[in-house]
Each structure stands twice: as structure tokens, then as C-alpha cells.
């Protein structure tokens, strides 16, 4: 099973470049099923097996959200956008494109809004699995601590009270109408202007979002002493007036300080838990001994949790000065 969800992973990452690069030929049930070296029959039924949809399905709903981010952004006609994504005419892509977010091509340009696109999956998740890491860790790069003064902004989220961990969080959410990972990922992606995008405003499922957590005298008692309630989000600039979907909170977030505990770019396959590890014991054994600093437990402040293991893996806490 290890080696398919290798293997379905590699054909996720060729179907978003292939869909980048308008190179419809190589999305096709036979290329993608001669590049794992199975038959079609056998490649789509493990990808269903391992994905939880269809190839077919996927296949559509992503190109779409490719679509739709340059109906977004671009000025290109629709017409042009419709036969870059394998539409046959302007008429059949308004048709697909309204069935999948509710509006016309025309009407979402005019008025762009939060819809839920078809994000990237991840089907190879080591730890979702019980797999855990393969081999030793080989970075050795040290845990950066610094300090740091984050201008005013937003944070549009769900929250849960009673979550503990993203994998929990998670959980409870998909037992919530229209708040599980899917939907609420979606939705995010849509959202154009998310400060911490390095996507470039494509669909990436993860590009910009991160995890937040609300000093909050009624949420739960984190593992340092502090009630908080954990969030899943997005920041976005302060003057932001979009609108904001209804299963979610729109939050301002004053310029404060804070301090930040950074490990670099690791493999997420082999290093995850490790890093994990690192930097918590980093988080625990820090002395703010003579930096003028203490952590801040002021109820409303909002700590920031960042994955992305192309980049690091970072915690921004809330601090406040004792002197």
C-alpha cells in the first residue's frame, strides 16, 4: 500500500504541472495509467481506493479550479481560458463551470466570491496512515528564535473549542455541515489576497492557510497552561472587504509582537516527527531570561502554526514586554 500512495502522489503532482502547462494529452487515463505501468482498469481503481473519487472526477474538478483562478486574475477571454482547459466551446465551459460553484464564468469575474474549489490531495500521509518516518533525519539545521513585530491584519477561520491537534480538529469539523477539510480548504483557496499565499493564486491546497490559536478563557488547556481555541484560516490585509462565508469568522488582529521558533525545510516523508520533536523541545526549554520578553496569555491573542515542508516549519507565539 506504501508503494501506491507513493505512486498516486507522483501522478497528483503530474496532473496539477500538466494542467499548468495546458498539456491535455498527457492527462489522459492512458498516460497517467503507462506512467504507474498498470493497466487503466487497475490504475483507476486504485486511485479511488486510495484517493477516495474518481480519476475522472478529479481530473475535472481540478482542472476547473485552475479555470477559475484565472477567470479571477487574468484578463483573458473566457473563450481563451475555456480551450486552454479542454472546453470545446465557450458555451460548455459556462455549463460545467456553473454546475460546479454556482455561477456563470461572466458572473464570478464580475464578482468574485468565496466557492469551494477542488483542492490538491495528499493521499501519501505517512502519519494518517500509522506509518510514522522512514530511515534517519538528515537535517541538522538548528531551530531559528527571533523576535518579531507583525503589522495589523485579518484572520478569517473556523474555530473549535474542543479540538486537540490538527488531526482532532479535523475530525470534529467533518462532523459539522460544511466545515470539513474539503469544503473549508476549498473555499480558502478561493479567496484571492491571502498573505501568506507563496502559491503564486494558484488552487494548492495549503497555499496561504494556516493554523491559529485564540488565547480564550473558555477553550481548551493547551499542554504550556494556556485556554485556547484552535483555528484554521487564512490571514488576509487589513482592508479586506470580501465576503465572508457564513460558516466563518472574520477577526482584526492589531500590530503585536511576538516570537517565532523556525526549523528549515525538511522531508515531510522522512523528518516530520523528528522536526516535530525539535522544535517543541526548542518551545519548552526556551528562557526569556534577560530579553525583555515574557509570553502573552492576554485572552484575544493569537498564536500561528505554519507547515510547509518545502519552507519550515514555524510557531509565532504572542509575546508582550516586561520592561
Known sequence: MYEWHQQIQAIVDEIDTCIKSYDDEALTLRALARRLGYSEFHTTRKF?????????????????????????????SLLDIALDYGYSSHAAFTRAFKLAYGVTPSEYRQNPKPVVLRTKINPF???????????????????????????????????????????????????????????????????????????GGEPNSGSGQVMGYINDPQGRLCDWGIRRVECYGVRLPLDYNGEVPPQMQLMDIPQEE????????????????TVEQVIEKAMAEFDFSGTGYALDTTPGRIAYFYHDPEQFWKYIRPVRRTS
Open 258 to 273: 511576538y516570537i517565532v521558533f523556525e526549523h528549515g525545510p525538511f522531508s515531510y516523508e522522512k523528518e516530520n516527527h
Open 125 to 199: 500521509d505517512r502519519y494518517l496512515l500509522g506509518l510514522g518516518e522512514i530511515g534517519m533525519m538528515k537535517s541538522t539545521d538548528d531551530v531559528k528564535i527571533y523576535f518579531v513585530t507583525i503589522p495589523a491584519h485579518k484572520f478569517l477561520h473556523i474555530r473549535n473549542y474542543e479540538s486537540n491537534g490538527y488531526w482532532d480538529f479535523w475530525e470534529k469539523q467533518s462532523k459539522i455541515p460544511g466545515q470539513d477539510c474539503d469544503t473549508i480548504c476549498g473555499l480558502l483557496d478561493s479567496i484571492k489576497g491571502k498573505l501568506d499565499d507563496h502559491g
Open 48 to 76: 479511488k481506493e486510495v484517493s477516495g473519487m474518481q480519476l475522472r472526477d478529479y481530473l475535472r474538478r481540478r482542472k476547473l479550479a485552475f479555470a477559475l483562478i484565472e477567470v479571477r486574475d487574468s484578463d483573458k
